[in-house]
């Protein structure tokens, strides 16, 4: 799915004809629907991809294991006088998500839903269509008992905040990566990893994550803690994005997606972003104990290196990345020198995430693992 957005840049933009909610009509998208949305935004969205190979992505997204049979909903405003003519859109998809704190009697499994691909006809900007839209589909999922959503904004902070979403820090670290790949071997203790290596971990982390959050639930701090659970249809996800762009644009198959120590304790997966230039980890995990899990960590960022320097692509992204990542990324800047930068930083300018609880409830919210293989 594209960024949570309402106003991407343009080349021209035609002249804004008025709107206003009595000439729309809600609903959610018939397939024909989604394509004239996909079409629309694609315009905004696509490069470097052609339109058509754009709504092919999106298309094989909408398939996927996490959006097919109703994962994925497609709510569009059109002129209530030509459905064919679509003035705002965006996709919601169910999540399942784990959370402890008051009123849980524990901790519990629940579902949440994350908002993606809010876009506006630029006919139509600057109206209030996609505040109206999102208003909308705030109901829908209230109505259906989600728990929570979430959205990754790249329009800021202010927008979604004045609709009722809470949005929270951004840490991060971008390394580059220069030299051939000779120079960033996959270090000995790993392996690569396919798909369905992957996906079976990934079933493990889910038991794994429950597991934390009912050891949470035994020690309340009165505070609400929230995790989108791993799930090998959220990674597989992020699979076939890349797996549709990879060969595209560069005339070749992903074969790796990620990488674990010998010993199975920690793992590593990656999403290949052609776009953006970067090798973006989605999850990095380690079962070790302390001093063991910086050894890990480090083996498999340098991994992540190999492969990102393998597909010519030069920066790793690691969302939210904890001591152990720092650390071991701090180290491999000592020993590699100017092959690697580091920059520790904060996202401003694109995928914030932000948070809105059923019916707008205000609630003090720990996010745990907040990484990228949420995104979507």
Known sequence: MSPSSDQPQETTLPPIEPINPSLVTFTIATPHQRILSWRLNGASWASPLTLDQYVGREQTLSE????????????????????????????????????????????????????????????????????????????????????????????????????????????????????DATAFPVPEGVELLNEDQVRKLCEDDVKAVEEEFSRLAAAPDGKTHIVFLPTPAQFSWHFARDGYVCPILRNREVQWRGARTEDGLAWIAWDHDLREKKLKILRIVSRHSAEEKKKAVKRLLLAAMAEARDWDVPKVLVWEPSEEVSVAATEIWRELGPKVSLVFEEREDGSIPSLRWQNGENREVVWHHNEYYGWC
């Open 64 to 179: 996927t294991e996490l959006s097919a049979n109703g994962g994925t909903l497609y709510y569009i405003l059109h002129h209530r006088d030509d459905p064919e003519l679509i003035i705002s859109a965006c996709e919601v998809t169910s999540k399942r998500l784990v959370i402890a704190g008051p009123g849980t009697n524990g901790s519990k499994v629940g579902n949440g839903y994350a908002i993606a691909s809010v876009f506006t006809n630029p006919r139509f900007r600057n109206q209030g269509m996609a505040s109206y839209l999102l208003k909308r589909v705030q109901e829908e999922v209230d109505k259906r008992g989600d728990e929570c959503g979430v959205l990754y904004s790249d329009i800021g902070r202010v927008f979604y905040t004045r609709l009722g979403w809470k949005d929270f820090r951004t840490p991060q670290l971008l390394a580059g990566i220069e030299g």
